[in-house]
């Protein structure tokens, strides 16, 4: 688990020296450099990065520009740029029968300014509920995730034919007209009543389409709750405890500590149906995450505007170093102060919500208490659902 502290960006302007068989060539590259012990360290970085890019460049590779800030997770060896709120090791008990650390966690801020729990050992496994309808119901629901196809599919021949429909019928209405000569207002009464016709049809499609879409995720959490059991009566060793989201499920893993890497981990993720971004987040990171704030597009907050739905100032990390945008001093100050208040009001206005729902805990009979890392998993867990607050009769968001 690799979340820095500082992190910088350098950007440099290159041209290669013209030959007999080779024409001279530019390239400006930008990379982004990180450390856990200075800015100025993170700054070396990435200067590093941009020399290794260039010699690369030179060799005749083809290689990425300039990355982009917000890409992190793509298997491109940048680790998880988000501000660190808070450091815990568990477990917390320092007098327990097991006192030395076995997890760490890191609480950081993400880039829509909610809260997030990064853990490097107790497996946690986010499913969404798009994921799992187009897992139950392959032929209702697109790769999309939130429409039936039987609805909206445009290859649905049936679709055509009311498209073909109505193109000859306006063509055969417009060459009337034209024969008897008459007013061309009675075109336009005939487009107005289809257009009033398809509204309306396309409106009750949609009530059926949200009406099916409703009663479909009402059968998710006896699905995931069922699932589970499944599991454990084949792996009786294993217990687990499931939360339901605003949008799916989370699951913790409570019977032993893993690795993001371990084979089990797969297994679980593939098994769960686990959202694939996620699955690769962990991967490339090697952590396991959980949002613990809300997000601020789900807050009544943001829909009475008293709060903005956008965090100010994302890329406060290049504030005083990006060269691509021309900024005072004082532009600068304003932004940052404009992201601090934004973020005491999000804290103050977030406590009115829980991140996620505690459903129930199921265990397999074969399972046992681990005295070597149950400690620092129930303080984990425990540290989790009081910062979500899961037991909080609160709105999920």
Not at 134 to 142: G, L, Q, S, T, V
Not at 156 to 164: D, E, Q, R
Not at 166 to 188: D, E, K, N, P, T
Not at 291 to 303: D, F, G, L
């Amino acid at each position: 688990m690799l979340i820095p502290k500082y992190w910088a960006q350098h950007k440099q302007r290159f041209e290669s020296l013209e030959t007999s068989s080779k024409p001279s060539k530019q390239a400006t590259i930008k990379r982004y450099g990180w450390s856990d012990i200075s800015q100025m360290e993170a700054l070396s970085h990435a200067k590093s990065r941009v020399n290794e890019a260039h010699h690369r460049w030179l060799a005749g590779e083809d290689i990425l520009r300039r990355e982009r800030k917000e890409e992190y997770n793509e298997g491109n060896s940048i680790p998880i740029r988000e501000e660190i709120i808070d450091k815990h090791d568990f477990p917390e008990n320092e007098l327990s029968n097991n006192s030395a650390a076995v997890t760490k966690l890191i609480v950081t801020r993400n880039s829509y300014g909610a809260q997030v729990a990064n853990v490097d050992n107790i497996a946690i496994i986010d499913v969404d509920n798009d994921d799992l309808l187009r897992h139950i119901y392959p032929d209702d629901y697109n790769h999309h995730g939130f429409m039936p196809t039987f609805l909206v599919n445009q290859n649905n021949p049936a679709s055509k034919i009311k498209i073909w429909f109505f193109v000859v019928v306006f063509i055969l209405i417009a060459s009337v007209i034209a024969w008897l000569g008459l007013s061309w207002l009675w075109l336009l009464v005939v487009m107005f009543g289809a257009t009033a016709y398809s509204w309306q049809q396309a409106s009750a499609r949609d009530k059926t389409r949200a009406q099916k879409y409703a009663d479909d995720a009402a059968s998710l959490l006896p699905y995931m709750t069922d699932l589970i059991k499944k599991r454990i009566v084949n792996h009786p060793t294993e217990c687990f405890r499931l939360y339901q989201t605003p949008a799916g499920f989370r699951i913790i893993a409570t019977h032993d500590v893993v690795s993001p890497s371990d084979n089990v981990v797969e297994d679980w993720f593939a098994y769960f149906h686990a959202d694939t971004n996620y699955v690769r987040l962990c991967q490339v990171q090697q952590c396991f995450r959980a949002r613990i704030t809300a997000k601020p597009w789900r807050m009544s907050e943001v829909e009475n505007n008293k709060l903005a739905k956008d965090i100010p100032a994302k890329d406060f990390w290049f504030d005083f170093e990006d060269t691509e945008v021309e900024r005072s001093i004082e532009q600068r100050q304003d932004a940052l102060k404009a992201r601090k208040q934004w973020l005491a009001d999000y804290d103050k206005y977030a406590k009115n919500y829980r991140a996620c729902h505690y459903v129930e805990s199921m265990a397999g009979k074969e399972a046992a208490n681990n005295s070597k890392v149950q400690a620092s998993i129930d303080d984990f867990v425990q540290w989790h659902d009081r910062a979500c607050q899961v037991d909080k009769a609160l709105p999920m968001a």
